[in-house]
């Protein structure tokens, strides 16, 4: 069975702060997909990234950047120079990767972002 | 852009009444999904839908539920007798292909918050 733990279940940290949200997965495939997701506090999930199993290389999208180690099953998630507008709650997510009935995706339970001003 | 809609955006109902959650993928994709939220934890898979026919489903997706898909655009999930541990946020989701390496990802919709009373 698959699952996404997110130890950290609530952060704050101060603008212009970096900040590390830390995400382990278990899975018996071999190849696979891992996501992130903000949720802000209206509700909506807004998608991040999407990584694949067999790309290591991490990734970097502005003040984003994503650390992918497969040796470790983490995927962590960079915020560099924290806004108030990070404010939200984020998830780690895990799919299948050739599974044709389904691809569900198994959420961890979100970190909780708090940037005070 | 392309965007998966939801109606209602917020449903009440008493203990005991059937709703229907309804749900427009985006056109040209062929995979769909329910999730739901309970409010302040994770979001959690309960069904997805292929070639008019359920293709896998959680443990939580038990003969309260439903899915159909009445027409070409609507996907819709039925609960038939609510009770109060339904009250969450449903999320409907959509992708065009889940499998390998033509993978995109899954496309929420902004999700119905339905309270039981």
């Known amino acids: 069975a698959q699952k996404v733990t997110q130890a950290q279940t609530e952060i704050s940290v101060v603008e212009k702060e970096d900040v590390t949200l830390d995400c382990v997965y278990e899975t018996r495939d071999t190849t696979y997909y891992l996501f992130w997701y903000k949720q802000p506090p209206s509700g909506e999930l807004v998608f991040l990234i999407r990584r694949n199993s067999f790309d290591e290389q991490n990734e970097i999208s502005g003040r984003y950047s994503w650390n992918f180690q497969k040796s470790t099953s983490s995927f962590n998630f960079t915020i560099t120079a924290s806004q108030v507008v990070d404010s939200a709650v984020y998830f780690c997510a895990l799919s299948d990767f050739d599974n044709n009935a389904g691809n569900m995706l198994t959420f961890g339970g979100g970190t909780r972002l708090m940037v005070k001003p | 852009e392309p965007e998966v809609t939801q109606t209602p955006s917020h449903q009440v109902t008493q203990m005991g009444q059937e709703v229907i959650l309804r749900c427009v993928p985006i056109s040209n994709h062929l995979y769909f999904y329910w999730y739901r939220q309970i409010l302040g934890q994770k979001v959690e898979f309960l069904v997805s839908f292929y070639n008019n026919e359920i293709s896998e489903k959680s443990e939580i997706f038990d003969d309260q539920f439903s899915v159909e898909r009445p027409d070409g655009s609507n996907f819709t999930l039925k609960i038939r007798s609510t009770k109060l541990e339904d009250s969450a946020m449903y999320f409907c989701?959509?992708?065009?292909?889940?499998?390998?390496?033509?993978?995109?990802?899954?496309?929420f919709g902004p999700g119905t918050r339905l309270t039981v009373l």
């Open positions: 989701a959509s992708i065009a292909n889940p499998g390998g390496r033509a993978y995109n990802e899954q496309f």
